[in-house]
T-cell receptor
Framework: RKEVEQDPGPFNVPEGATVAFNCTYS??????FFWYRQDCRKEPKLLMS???SGNEDGRFTAQLNRASQYISLLIRDSKLSDSATYLC???????????FGAGTILRVKS | SAVISQKPSRDICQRGTSLTIQCQVD?????MFWYRQQPGQSLTLIAT?????????ESGFVIDKFPISRPNLTFSTLTVSNMSPEDSSIYLC????????????FGPGTRLLVL
């Protein structure tokens, strides 16, 4: 079993749609949680950190359920520019080791 | 955030040779890491580059194959030794300022093709 599992997609959605991504992690000692975005042929960039209380940044909402070891990302009012691969990332251990999911591909179409 | 540069940005190498990749940060950071992203795959941590001591390698990665240096708090190198086509990948460095599990920022990556 992979440490961080994501639905690879692709998710093909029209502009304006709401789309949700899910992620599960296996290590209960995981300490921090993130969503990164990676555009084609580019490095990953932090989209948002994820907290147990849930957090929102504009059109993006992230949720964490520690009991179920489950993380989600909701994107409302999708834009063409949201098309990318979304990486679920958890960290634990000395030195903040990051473990990446395989990524979920989102394609927003007009 | 941090401004991170990597050199070279890309290279094509012959098997059996070695390539050293440099990572430079615009400010002092506590933690520096090296990752590999193979074609169509997600990122895998190779090692943590420790300033003033030997790097800490993840399972499946060894110092003889991927020697790492970190002479100061703003610079690190990763060498890919005795390359084979299976080493063709993107190699990325990342940094975390505080060492307290905060956000990591990534360099632009080095695209390596081994023939």
């Amino acid at each position: 079993r992979k440490e961080v599992e994501q639905d690879p997609g692709p998710f093909n959605v029209p502009e304006g749609a709401t789309v949700a991504f899910n992620c599960t992690y296996s290590n209960s000692a995981s300490q921090s949680f993130f969503w990164y975005r990676q555009d084609c042929r580019k490095e990953p960039k932090l989209l948002m950190s994820v907290y147990s209380s849930g957090n929102e940044d504009g059109r993006f909402t992230a949720q964490l359920n520690r009991a179920s070891q489950y993380i989600s990302l909701l994107i409302r009012d999708s834009k063409l520019s949201d098309s990318a691969t979304y990486l679920c990332v958890v960290s634990y251990g000395y030195g903040n080791k990051l473990v990446f999911g395989a990524g979920t591909i989102l394609r927003v179409k007009s | 955030s941090a401004v991170i540069s990597q050199k070279p940005s890309r290279d094509i190498c012959q098997r059996g040779t070695s390539l050293t990749i440099q990572c430079q940060v615009d400010s002092q950071v506590t933690m520096m890491f090296w990752y590999r992203q193979q074609p169509g795959q997600s990122l895998t941590l190779i090692a943590t580059a420790n300033q003033g001591s030997e790097a800490t390698y993840e399972s499946g990665f060894v110092i003889d194959k991927f020697p790492i240096s970190r002479p100061n708090l703003t610079f690190s190198t990763l060498t890919v030794s005795n390359m084979s086509p299976e080493d063709s990948s993107i190699y990325l460095c990342s940094v975390e300022r505080s060492g307290r599990g905060e956000t990591q920022y990534f360099g632009p990556g080095t695209r390596l093709l081994v023939l």
